[in-house]
């Protein structure tokens, strides 16, 4: 498994989008996979999704162990934890602030997101 102090995983934190992410089905206990975009504001990384319920969601609130496959700048895996991020001042805050949403996320829409879309913090050990 790789360590975030590893070069390339770094980098990939640092520049990559897209990455798969394995989860722990809420129901089943089998581990899912999914492609999905992942978000670095501030060395802090997060996954959205667009207004409206998700699996994978739904399977981190049960089980909150979560891995990232990186498959852009570097192959590896990277075990962490998700933090669900309720608030509603955090949510918008992160919106409005993740650069990769700015052309889905304004001040007009922010607040559809904020109500709609789920939000987590994954947190890597070091």
Same mark, same amino acid.
């Given at each position: 498994?790789?360590?975030?102090?590893?070069s390339g995983v770094?980098?990939?934190?640092?520049?990559?989008?897209v990455i798969?992410?394995?989860?722990?089905?809420?129901?089943?206990?089998?581990?899912?996979?999914?492609?999905?975009?992942?978000?670095?504001?501030?060395?802090?990384?997060?996954?959205? %999704?667009?207004?409206?319920?998700?699996?994978?969601?739904?399977?981190?609130?049960?089980?909150?162990?979560?891995?990232?496959?990186?498959?852009?700048?570097?192959?590896?895996?990277?075990?962490?934890?998700?933090?669900?991020?309720?608030?509603?001042?955090?949510?918008?805050?992160?919106?409005?602030?993740? %650069?990769?949403?700015?052309?889905?996320?304004?001040?007009?829409?922010?607040?559809?997101?904020?109500?709609?879309?789920?939000?987590?913090?994954?947190?890597?050990?070091?």
């Amino acid at each position: 498994m790789a360590s975030t102090s590893d070069s390339g995983v770094a980098e990939a934190l640092a520049n990559d989008l897209v990455i798969d992410i394995t989860t722990i089905g809420r129901s089943s206990g089998e581990a899912k996979r999914l492609e999905i975009w992942f978000h670095n504001v501030d060395d802090r990384y997060y996954i959205t %999704g667009r207004p409206g319920p998700r699996s994978w969601y739904a399977n981190v609130l049960a089980n909150p162990a979560i891995t990232f496959h990186f498959k852009e700048s570097i192959e590896a895996d990277l075990d962490g934890t998700a933090r669900a991020v309720t608030d509603a001042a955090e949510k918008r805050a992160f919106f409005l602030t993740a %650069g990769k949403l700015s052309e889905y996320i304004n001040e007009d829409n922010v607040q559809e997101w904020v109500d709609g879309s789920p939000l987590i913090e994954v947190v890597f050990a070091q």
